[in-house]
């Protein structure tokens, strides 16, 4: 998917999944800004428009669902893990089904198959919590 798809995927939600092409152009994201300049520099507005009720997260956001715990140092003592899993210790690779905790960086029997497709993965990437999952779309 990319990141265009995305943008009007946010947009159909924050229209309330109207299914009239409408829907798609704006909300989150003003689809008529999707273009190029002269110089081949994509001219699409990169932040979501303010009253935005869905959008792509930003990369802070992102780093902060996965991370971040508002409990890291105790009750109301937040701070930030250093792996996803929300603790302090590399996650081990591998399968599941064989004790590990993270499919990411495992490869298939081909170097170009991977077990995982991320783009199909339900929980945002594999090495993300569920909790960090909110997904494609932050909601406000």
């Not at 902060?64 to 302090?88: E, I, M, Q, V």
């Not at 089904?97 to 960086?105: K, P, V």
């Not at 993965?121 to 999952?133: I, R, V």
Request: proline share 10%.
């Amino acid at each position: 998917m990319s990141w265009r798809m995305a943008a009007r995927f946010c947009n159909w939600l924050h229209n309330g999944k109207v299914n009239e092409a409408w829907a798609f152009g704006g909300g989150a994201y003003d689809t008529s800004t999707f273009g190029f300049d002269n110089t081949f520099a994509f001219t699409d507005q990169l932040t979501h428009s303010p009253g935005a009720r869905f959008w792509i997260p930003t990369r802070d956001e992102w780093f902060k669902a996965t991370y971040f715990d508002p409990n890291r140092f105790g009750p109301n003592l937040p701070g930030y893990w250093l792996y996803p899993d929300g603790g302090n210790d590399p996650l081990v690779i591998g399968l599941p089904e064989e004790g590990s905790e993270t499919r990411a960086g495992l490869w298939g029997p081909h170097p170009f198959e991977p077990y995982v497709n991320v783009g199909s993965y339900a929980h945002g990437t594999p090495e993300q919590p569920p909790s960090a999952a909110a997904g494609l779309c932050v909601t406000a």
